[in-house]
């Protein structure tokens, strides 16, 4: 169990310097037992208070690092049951189960086909992460060359799957370049996959049959010196695993249970009959609240929901996405090419550049810093009307690039024309339209 607020503010220097950011020690304090603080934002707590603040200030799903190279990622460091509450902080990774027969070049052809699974969305490189090898024969060879395999022709990150400790020895062997996940310990092989994980310095999947088993696996584990665990409850039945999750993030949370505080890994692939059902499954946990996915197969038609909506749950709910203000060059505008001008919120940049790109119009995109609201929204609060858009234009340079004053502004900003006209000497102002699908008509007719 973690220290009260008050146990933890009587190891702090208590100056109230404020330089953590709160008030008061005593508000640091409360904020570091609940969760919401980090320990090294005060710079005058003495080495003996770290050591007995330590778990007080680590979050109460301990983050765990997920491979290595170019698609690794990090799991837990969670700290609130509910998005709206803060924010969910590490992403879950999806993968997908290859077993240890497959051919191996029919999985060639898979890690090519896979690979070409990542879409751009407002900025973001969307893709899966993982790949996972079963073992189905115990054959230790096959298992390492599969392994090997995926490490040489793809970046993808690994989960080995095996309760044989010298098929795993192998299989990390082939693949430690990437720090394979090892999956997984159990009652019967604890020791070996424990010791396995400690001397290998990797993260180890502890599966049991009830929480019980969980958290007799983990005090075992735990006591050999092994903090970077995933929990698998066992089971495959979709409400019961569903529960599970709910209740396993409730405990580490709520009840402040280390014992259970870890990220868990869950197998939607064991739990359904086809991947449409799988997707279903897999959408429900990534809201609710897995650490790592596992599919049977990766498509288009499946992947891409699935990782919009990893996107959006896990996109800081009280942090707008954003992009930097400046003058973006779309088409290769010249001279005598538009000027657009419209918010940094990331959505609305990425719609209207796309539109503009599509237009194949050379224009000028003005992304004015409106810490991230869209055009409505910034206009209502004060922040995208028309003496600040002036001083915008006025100190951006635009001049320097086109010959003409000629500025452009959304459909739902027109009310903000008159005043930046007055702000921007000799401009004319135009109002666009409402509407991102009708941009590429009106740069046209504005180009003719």
């Not at 953590?20 to 707590?45: D, I, N, R, W």
Request: contains cysteine; proline residues 5%.
């Amino acid at each position: 169990m973690g220290l009260t607020g008050i146990q933890i503010f009587k190891m702090l220097p208590k100056t109230n310097c404020k330089e953590c950011g709160h008030p008061t020690c005593l508000a640091f304090a409360m904020a570091l037992a609940a969760g919401k603080a980090e320990l090294s934002s005060c710079p005058y707590v003495s080495d003996e208070a770290k050591e007995q603040l330590a778990e007080a200030s680590a979050p109460p799903i301990r983050p765990v690092q997920v491979g290595e190279g170019e698609r690794a990622f990090k799991l837990g460091g969670e700290t609130v049951l509910y998005r709206h509450e803060k924010t969910f902080v590490s992403q879950p990774g999806i993968g997908v189960l290859v077993k240890s027969d497959m051919d191996p070049g029919e999985l060639s052809e898979k890690l090519k086909l896979w690979d070409t699974y990542q879409y751009i969305r407002v900025g973001f490189n969307l893709r899966p992460e993982l790949v996972a090898i079963k073992d189905v024969d115990g054959d230790s060879a096959k298992f390492a060359a599969l392994a090997k395999k995926v490490c040489d022709e793809s970046n993808f990150c690994l989960v080995l799957m095996s309760e044989d400790v010298n098929v795993m020895k192998a299989g990390v062997d082939a693949s430690i370049v990437r720090k394979p996940v090892i999956y997984a310990a159990t009652k019967d092989n604890a020791d070996d996959m424990g010791a396995l994980a400690k001397e290998k310095e990797l993260p180890l999947a502890i599966k049991a049959e009830d929480m019980d088993g969980l958290m007799e696996l983990t005090g075992k584990l735990t006591g050999m010196g092994l903090k970077d665990l995933l929990l698998d409850s066992g089971s495959r039945n979709v409400r019961r695993a569903f529960e599970d999750q709910i209740w396993l993030r409730r405990e580490s949370i709520t009840k402040k249970n280390r014992s259970l505080g870890f990220p868990t890994i869950t197998f939607p692939c064991e739990m359904a009959d086809n991947l449409d059902k799988e997707t279903v499954i897999a959408g429900m946990y990534i809201a609710k609240y897995a650490g790592i996915i596992i599919l049977s197969d990766f498509i288009g038609e499946s992947l891409f929901p699935l990782l919009v909506e990893r996107l959006n749950i896990y996109t800081d709910p009280q942090r707008p996405m954003t992009v930097d203000q400046g003058i973006y060059e779309i088409n290769g505008p010249n001279d005598s090419s538009p000027v657009v001008i419209t918010t940094n919120f990331a959505l609305t940049y990425f719609i209207v550049s796309g539109e503009i790109e599509a237009s194949r119009v050379p224009t000028w995109l003005m992304i004015m810093d409106t810490e991230g609201l869209s055009v409505m929204t910034a206009w209502a609060a004060g922040s995208f009307v028309g003496d600040a858009v002036g001083i915008f234009v006025n100190k951006s340079g635009i001049f320097d690039k086109v010959k003409h004053k000629k500025l452009i502004i959304p459909g739902y900003a027109a009310a903000i024309s008159g005043d930046l006209e007055e702000e921007v000497k000799g401009s004319e102002v135009l109002v666009g339209p409402r509407e991102a699908s009708q941009i590429a008509k009106f740069l046209k007719d504005f180009s003719a």
